[in-house]
């Protein structure tokens, strides 16, 4: 039996796994996303006809059915393990840390949602209203709602009637981030792939994103901490020229960067992960996303299939 209406607000990669793991279950399923494109915070922004991923940094895998969809993303040319070793930046100096490898995308993270999402009925630059009980979504009924999105966004959405939602909502403070795109003329810096920034009072990661994109263009991409970019709520741009400053101090650039590009992410990660992999009540509204876990990539993945598969279960 077909279940209609099924509705997923917010097409990133929880979203989009939300809905795709419905779809495979036989449920019929419309994603709604207020952005013109997919992709949530594994977002790619062009700038002057160059991609840079602005969102996650890269992506690393451990579930082995995650692993199955990396898997194809890689035999589709759409992903590429990218490196295992990170530099770190700290008060006594620069060392390196070896870990899981990271993945990243030459056509931008973005791509990889965009892939996922590809024969679902999604509807983008659809703003959702409300979300009242029945379930029903800006007056119109569904059979069950997924907010895949941070907290603070759903409880936006959420009637006051649907406390287990709104409690849900609640369960995770979230944490501000800038991401600054630099371009330069020349690529001016000791070769390294990504770098982690300790205990400074701007950054918190640095990226040469011609290594993660592959095409060795001269562009740093720089996130910063959430103390500083709480000081730019109402103008991300005016942090630019500090941001650009630190870069630059930071691994000793001989010229500035020609082109800064901010953008601010409100709800970049969540302050404290949360234990269960999603939340689902019996009003039938659930929620997904990096927060219910270790806040990354695969983590999002994971919690919008689980959902998916759990609330596929219950309308059967």
Known sequence: MIIVGVVVVGAGIAGVACARALADSGVAVRLLERAPVVGGRMATKRYGGRRADIGAGYFTVSDDRFAAVVTRWQEAGLAREWTDTLAVHSAGGVSHTTGPVRWA?????????ADLA???DVVTGHAVEWVEPGPRVDGAPAD?????????????????????????????DWLPSLVATLEYPTRDWAPFHGAFVNDHPVLTTVFDDGSRRGDDA???????????????VADAAAAAEHVEAAVRDLLHL????????????TFARPAVPGTAPFHLDDDLIGIAGDAWGSPKVETAWLS???????LAARLR
């Open 218 to 232: 001269p562009v740093l991409v720089a996130h910063t901490g959430d103390a500083f970019a709480g000081q730019y």
């Open 118 to 120: 590809s024969g679902l």
């Open 144 to 172: 069950a709602v997924v907010l895949a999105m941070p907290g603070p966004q759903a409880l936006r959405l959420l009637d006051p009637r649907l406390g287990g939602a709104r409690t849900a909502a609640q369960a995770h």
């Open 254 to 265: 001989p010229e500035a960067a020609v082109r800064v590009h901010v953008h601010r992410w």
């Open 304 to 310: 919008g299939t689980l959902l998916g598969e759990a």
């Open 105 to 113: 995308a030459s056509g931008g993270l973005r791509s990889l949602v």
